[in-house]
């Protein structure tokens, strides 16, 4: 069986905690800490006694390579994934996913690929290179990435693919991951409605389902050939106005994982007011 899990950036803004508290009600198997400013995240005690209190594995780590994290473990992108994939192997996580690197980060991008393998074999971590899309500014591409956004072109040996990112670069998700083939090891479950050339501009993580993505022909493939790898919810739940309308949203998302890689055991989002209490005192949102 395929293990589903969630990222905490599917509760964003509101605190690591409340992350783990809606995957647990959602009925995820596990979850997925995006590194962050926010100091739980960095912190292997803290998470693994969330994930003790939650009884939900950490299932990967997300190196803070975003432009929001830019100084969280300081500027040195080498040093970020250091560290990533020692947090991961303090927590028990298998998979740190990481981004190419920025075009600016020069020294860093001609190393790269060489880090991704010599930390991964220390570490006895899998460090999967997550694809994205190239930049436009005014209508005019620009080079965001070094060696590149597309990672079907990487020499790297695991690979992390993200629905969204696949339909802003208007590539073909399930094209990807069959000439992926063994090299796909870990996705985010999304969606996306269109590509830069097509005017999309931003990247839009919807539900699966709601995009143009092949999203429920990739989970099949991934289950009828046995895949081991694992499957992660990174959805956009931003506009809900309370708990129980984001909790529905992470169920839905649950639920076309489960279905479309033919798991039948599905949950209801709770309905009973405990369910959807807020948090007690002293808990941050």
């Known amino acids: 069986m395929i293990r589903i899990g969630m990222s905490t950036t599917c509760a964003y803004p509101l605190s690591t905690e409340h992350a783990f508290r809606l995957a647990k009600l959602a009925g995820y198997d596990g979850i997925e800490i995006m590194v962050s400013r926010d ?3 960095q912190d292997a005690a803290a998470l693994l006694a969330l994930s003790r209190k939650y009884k939900l594995p950490i299932f990967s780590i997300h190196a803070p390579v975003l432009l929001l994290t830019h100084f ?5 992108p080498l040093v970020k ?3 990533s994939a ?7 996580a298998r998979t740190v ?4 690197p920025f075009r600016w980060q020069a020294d860093f991008a001609v190393t790269f690929l060489d880090s991704v393998r010599e930390i991964s074999a220390d570490r006895g971590i899998e460090i999967a290179v997550e694809n994205m899309f190239p930049w436009k500014f005014g209508g005019r591409g620009m080079k965001a990435y070094s060696p590149g956004w597309d990672t079907t072109r990487m020499d790297c040996d695991a690979v992390t693919l993200d629905f969204s990112h696949c339909a802003l670069s208007g590539l073909d998700s399930l094209a990807m991951a069959t000439e992926l083939g063994d090299r796909l090891r870990h996705v985010h479950l999304c969606d996306g409605s269109g590509s830069l050339d097509e005017g999309k501009v931003f990247d839009e993580h919807l539900l699966p389902g709601r995009g143009s ?11 009828r050939t046995g895949w081991d790898g694992r499957i992660v919810a990174e959805v956009n739940t931003r506009k809900a106005r309370t708990e129980q309308e984001r909790l529905v949203l992470l169920v839905e998302t649950l639920a076309f994982a489960r279905l479309h890689t033919a798991q039948r ?3 209801r989002a709770p309905r009973s007011p405990r369910a959807h209490e807020s948090l007690r005192p002293g808990q941050q949102h």
């Open 265 to 267: 055991r599905v949950r």
């Open 39 to 41: 100091d739980v995240t």
């Open 213 to 223: 993505e092949p999203v429920a022909e990739v989970l099949n493939l991934l289950a």
């Open 81 to 83: 994934l250091e560290r």
């Open 97 to 100: 996913v990481v981004h190419p």
């Open 72 to 76: 969280v473990w300081g500027r040195d």
């Open 86 to 92: 020692a947090l991961a192997a303090e927590v028990g």
